[in-house]
């Protein structure tokens, strides 16, 4: 009887990037769950390798939210097997480059008929703060943003307010008027 050799099969995992990255190409980012988009970004700061379970235990670790390992401290980010600075440094950069763009599109536009952009630009420049904010967004006469300050950084549950602080910088900006934010730390969110 003649001995068959049979060819081995591919495993699963060859060629996982390249599916990734034409799924992202040809259907955008939300068609991929937040474990896959962290790992196309994790490619990029580790060039070799499956990131595919630091991705996930990125997620498990700061609260299964993309956002959330975007928003984490790079000193947190560090302490997880697999993490070095650079791609700390990566993941911060990102999420800078995230608030910078919602920064640019409330600057852009009138604050009060863009409600939607302005939350989603309040929760990228401060809802994983670690600590408790006090922002103040200064609007002028058509509600166009004349600037953005974080007027007080507190503690992990509290932040104070100067009001005569906060009207001697409306005043010196010639606001017409201001958006005060205030965010609140989750702290049993690791």
Not at 132 to 147: T, Y
Not at 160 to 178: D, G, T, W
């Amino acid at each position: 009887m003649p001995e068959t050799t049979s060819k081995p099969e591919t495993p699963h995992y060859l060629g996982h990037r390249q599916r990734l990255r034409e799924r992202f190409e040809r259907a955008g980012a939300d068609s991929l769950p937040d474990y896959e988009l962290l790992e196309l970004l994790l490619y990029l700061a580790i060039p070799r390798g499956d990131v595919k379970p630091l991705a996930k235990q990125l997620l498990e670790r700061f609260g299964n939210s993309f956002a959330a390992v975007l928003g984490a401290d790079a000193a947190e980010l560090v302490k997880v097997k697999g993490v070095g600075l650079s791609t700390a440094h990566m993941l911060k950069l990102v999420a800078a480059a995230g608030v910078r763009l919602g920064r640019e599109e409330v600057m852009a536009r009138s604050v009060i008929s863009n409600w939607r952009q302005l939350l989603a630009y309040c929760r990228a420049a401060m809802a994983q703060s670690k600590v408790e904010q006090f922002r103040i967004l200064f609007l002028d006469r058509k509600n166009g943003v004349i600037a953005d300050e974080v007027q007080q950084r507190g503690t992990v549950d509290h932040t104070p307010v100067y009001p005569r602080e906060v009207v001697k910088r409306a005043l010196e900006l010639n606001a017409s008027s201001i958006l005060m934010v205030h965010n609140h730390y989750n702290s049993a969110t690791p």
